[in-house]
C-alpha cells in the first residue's frame, strides 16, 4: 500500500519522534515539530507514538490512495477534503482505493499532521524514519516530498482503538498569541538588565522566517552588554567562540531579532544563547503561525519539570482513550 | 596574552530542562578544548541512563539529557568529577590520528560563489576572500595565506554546525593564528568541501548551504558520506571527530580531478597515522611538536 503524491505542499516530511544521539556530530534530532499532535493522529489509526507520518507546512499535499487505507489528520486547523468533501479532523477517517484526499486553506496554527494505519514505512536510518534534508538523510531519499514520489505504508501492527476522536479537551489551542516558559541560563550574563527585562517583559512576533531549524521574532532588541571580545569569538557583542546549542535555545544576532531554534537545529554556531524554551512548549512553539503575538515567561527549573509531567500526563491519557 | 595549561574552574549552567552547559572557558584555547574533549569522553564512557548526547565544543561542552532518568543535578555533579580528575591528570594527552586533506586552493567552484556574495555581504567586496584574509593578517598575499594556511596542522576541535562538519583550530601561537571575520551577513549558498576560515577557525563544509565564513578552496574527498560507499565511512557516515588533527595538502586542479575519479570508483582512502595529541609540548614548543606529527603522517601509506 502506498501514498502517490499529485502535489507535495509548500513542505511535507516524513517525520518520526526523531532521532537523538546524533548531535554531537552534527545531525539533528529532527521529528515531528508539534510532537503531540503527531502522537494522537497515531493514536486514532491504531499506530504506535514511534510510527512516522507526513507533517505539513502551512498548505498540504494532494495525494490518493491505491488501497482502502485509515487516516487521521491533527494539529493545525485545516479543513480535510475526501474527493473534495470535507471531513473532520482529529478523527479517524476510512478512505477507498482511488479516493484522493486533499486540504483547505490553514484557518489557524502552521503544520498539521496525517497519520496512517501502518505508519509510513521508509527506511529508518540511524534509527529513525525523520527527513533531515540537508543531509540528505531519512524520509523519504533524504528530501521533501515531489510530486509523483509514491511513499509506502506499512503493515498494521496494533488493533484500531475503539476511540474514534480526539475530545476536545485534549486538543490543542491555536490562538494568535503564545506565552513561552524560558529558562534563563547559557549566556544570558552577556544581556544586560535592560536587555533581559526586554526579552521577558515586552511583546515580540512571530515572523514568516520560522521553520524547522528556528523561529525568528521581531520585536524590541535586546542590549549587550560591553566587553573586550575573548580570543576566537568574533568582533559582535552577540558572538561566542562557536558552542555547542541546546535545542530551544534562544540566540539575537546582533541584538535584534531572536531566534529559538527547534527539531532540526544547526547543533552549534557562534551566537551566545540566552535562555531556552522549556521542553513541555517546544510544541506549543511549533504550532504559532506568523504573526503570532508571543511572551517569553522566565520559570525556574522546578517549574520547568512540573510542566513537562503535566505534558506526560496530557499524552498518557490520550494514549490511554 | 599567551596560552597556559592553567584555567580556573569551568562555568556550569542549563539550556532548559533538557541541556547541561559546561563552559571551560569564553576564549579559544588548546587546555579548554582539551578539557572539553575529554571531559566528553570520560561521560561518554560512563554511559549514564538518562546522558542521550554528548556534544564537546569548542571550548565549552553540551549535554542532552532525558531528566525523567536522571536528575539534572545528579549530571552536574557526575561531569564536575570529570572535569576534576581531567584537571588533575599531569599528562594532557590523547591517543589520535593525523588525516591528510587534499585541497584544490583558488578553486572554480567556490570562486563563483564569492563572486555572486559580494555587495552587502562581504567586506571588501572588490577582491576575493583569500585577498582579504592576506590583508587583515597582514600578510603579503593570496599565496602567502594559502602557505600558512596548509604548513601548520590543526586540530579538530569540534565536529557540529550541520552533519559532520569540523572546526578546526591551528596548533600554532596565538601571535601566528589566522584570523578572518565572519562574512557580514551570511549567504545563501556555500558549495559542499567548500574550506572556509571565520574567526580563528577553519572548517570543512560537508554539505551545500547557508554558510558565513570565507571560502579559500574546495577538499577534493568527501567528509559525510550518507551512503557509506567509502572505505573510510564503513563504521560511521562523518569522517572527523574531535581531537582529530588535519594536515591540509594543496593539490592542483589534475591532481583533484584524480582524487574524484577514485572516489567516483569508490577507491578513495584518506592518508592517515596515529599520533598522539600532546597540548603541553604544543604550547611549549609547536614547531618542534608538529614536525613530528607531519613525520608520522609522511611515514604513513598512501
Known amino acids: 500500500m502506498a501514498l502517490t503524491i499529485e502535489q507535495p505542499g509548500l513542505l511535507t516530511t516524513v517525520q518520526d519522534q526523531g532521532r537523538i544521539g546524533y548531535y554531537h556530530v552534527g545531525i539533528p534530532q529532527g521529528g515531528a515539530m508539534d510532537q503531540e499532535s503527531a502522537q494522537a493522529a497515531n493514536k486514532l489509526v491504531g499506530n504506535t507514538a514511534a510510527e512516522a507520518v507526513l507533517e505539513c507546512t502551512y498548505t498540504g499535499p494532494v495525494l490518493t490512495v491505491d488501497a482502502p487505507t485509515t487516516i487521521a489528520v491533527t494539529g493545525a486547523d485545516v479543513p480535510v477534503l475526501v474527493n473534495g468533501e470535507e471531513h473532520p479532523a482529529w478523527r479517524r477517517l476510512e478512505l477507498a482505493a482511488g479516493d484522493t484526499l486533499k486540504f483547505g486553506v490553514l484557518r489557524g496554527g502552521a503544520r498539521f499532521y496525517l497519520a496512517v494505519r501502518g505508519g509510513i514505512a521508509v527506511p529508518e536510518v540511524l534509527g529513525s524514519r525523520s527527513t533531515y534534508a540537508i543531509g540528505r538523510l531519512g524520509g523519504l531519499d533524504g528530501r521533501k516530498l515531489e510530486a509523483g514520489d509514491v511513499v509506502p505504508v506499512g503493515e498494521p501492527t496494533g488493533l484500531l482503538p475503539e476511540v474514534e476522536e480526539i475530545p476536545e479537551r485534549l486538543r490543542p489551542a491555536f490562538s494568535r498569541s503564545l506565552e513561552l516558559r524560558i529558562m534563563w541560563g547559557l549566556y544570558d550574563h552577556l544581556l544586560t538588565d535592560e536587555g533581559r527585562r526586554r526579552l521577558v517583559e515586552e511583546e515580540w512576533k512571530l515572523t514568516p522566517v520560522a521553520d524547522r531549524m528556528g523561529l525568528r521574532f521581531e520585536g524590541p532588541g535586546v542590549e549587550w552588554i560591553q566587553r573586550r571580545q575573548p580570543f576566537g569569538a568574533g568582533s559582535d557583542p552577540s558572538n561566542i567562540v562557536d558552542a555547542g546549542y541546546a535545542v530551544g535555545s534562544i540566540q539575537v544576532p546582533g541584538g535584534t531579532q531572536p531566534i529559538v531554534l527547534h527539531r532540526d537545529a544547526v547543533s552549534g554556531g557562534g551566537y551566545a544563547m540566552v535562555g531556552t524554551v522549556i521542553s513541555a512548549d517546544m510544541d506549543l512553539l511549533a504550532r504559532a503561525a506568523p504573526g503570532t503575538v508571543t511572551r517569553f515567561r522566565a520559570v525556574s527549573m522546578d517549574e520547568a519539570l512540573q510542566a513537562r509531567r503535566e505534558r506526560t500526563e496530557r499524552l498518557e491519557e490520550i494514549w490511554a482513550l | ?302
Open chain 2, 1 to 302: 596574552m599567551t596560552e597556559t595549561l592553567y584555567l580556573p574552574t569551568a562555568r556550569y549552567t542549563w539550556g532548559g530542562d533538557e541541556f547541561l552547559f559546561v563552559e571551560f572557558d569564553e576564549a579559544m584555547n588548546l587546555t579548554a578544548n582539551y578539557l572539553a574533549t575529554t571531559v566528553a569522553q570520560g561521560l561518554t564512557a560512563l554511559d549514564l541512563d538518562g546522558v542521550v548526547d554528548v556534544c564537546p565544543a569548542n571550548a565549552s561542552l553540551l549535554v542532552r539529557f532525558d531528566p525523567d532518568v536522571i536528575k539534572a543535578e545528579d549530571l552536574k555533579r557526575r561531569t564536575q568529577e570529570l572535569e576534576g580528575q581531567a584537571r588533575e591528570s599531569t599528562q594532557y594527552t590523547a591517543e589520535t590520528r593525523i588525516i591528510e586533506v587534499p585541497v584544490w586552493y583558488q578553486d572554480p567552484y567556490t570562486a563563483e560563489v564569492v563572486a555572486r556574495f559580494r555587495e552587502g555581504y562581504h567586506q571588501d567586496p572588490s577582491g576575493t576572500d583569500l585577498d582579504y584574509a592576506a590583508k587583515v593578517n597582514g600578510l603579503a598575499d593570496a599565496a602567502e595565506f594559502i602557505r600558512r594556511h596548509h604548513e601548520s596542522p590543526w586540530l579538530v576541535s569540534m565536529v557540529g554546525f550541520v552533519a559532520g562538519l569540523p572546526f578546526m583550530y591551528q596548533l600554532v601561537p596565538r601571535d601566528r593564528q589566522l584570523e578572518v571575520p565572519k562574512y557580514l551577513s551570511p549567504r545563501t549558498d556555500t558549495p559542499p568541501l567548500t574550506v572556509g576560515h571565520g574567526g580563528c577557525f577553519a572548517c570543512i563544509y560537508s554539505v551545500r548551504g547557508a554558510g558565513g565564513y570565507q571560502m579559500f578552496g574546495i577538499a577534493a574527498a568527501p567528509i559525510y558520506d550518507p551512503e557509506q560507499h567509502l572505505h573510510d565511512f564503513r563504521d560511521f557516515l562523518i569522517l572527523f571527530r574531535p581531537g582529530d588533527l588535519v594536515k591540509f595538502r594543496p593539490v592542483d586542479e589534475a591532481e583533484y580531478r584524480s582524487i574524484q575519479q577514485q572516489v567516483e570508483e569508490g577507491t578513495w582512502r584518506y592518508k592517515q597515522a596515529p599520533v598522539t595529541l600532546d597540548v603541553e609540548a604544543a604550547l611549549a614548543d609547536p614547531d618542534s611538536y608538529n614536525r613530528t606529527l607531519l613525520e608520522a603522517l609522511d611515514g604513513a601509506d598512501d
